[in-house]
Every structure is written in structure tokens, then in C-alpha cells.
């Protein structure tokens, strides 16, 4: 997905996980919701390249 902000586009980092569907959670207006579960944790990178104000910083 392309974004933009201030003058600048970039692509965002588009992260999908595995997924189980539960067990049902409730009801919400007459509907049931389930309750899903990721089936790993999530890591995120261990560092990013990113610009503020023109300066180039690395968040860790």
C-alpha cells in the first residue's frame, strides 16, 4: 500500500500472520464474535532506517 505524508511516499510494511479462530467470544448485536490467536509471535526487525526533519536516524 502506497502512503504519503509531508511530500514523501513510501510503501507500508504490510505484515500478515498465521491465525487460529477460537472460541466463541460473545455475542455482539445478535452476532457471535470468535476470539483468534497468532500461531507465533510477532518480531519485529531489529532496526529501521528513518528520517526526522531531514536527519537520517537508526531506531533500534
Avoid: C
Avoid at 9 to 29: A, F, I, M
Amino acid at each position: 500500500m502506497k502512503l504519503h505524508f509531508h511530500g514523501q511516499t513510501y510503501d507500508s510494511p504490510h505484515v500478515e500472520l498465521p491465525v487460529d479462530e477460537g472460541q466463541v467470544g460473545g455475542r455482539y448485536r445478535g452476532s457471535q464474535w470468535r476470539i483468534h490467536r497468532i500461531h507465533q509471535q510477532h518480531r519485529r526487525q531489529n532496526s529501521a532506517q528513518l528520517t526526522y526533519r531531514g536527519v537520517h536516524y537508526t531506531k533500534k
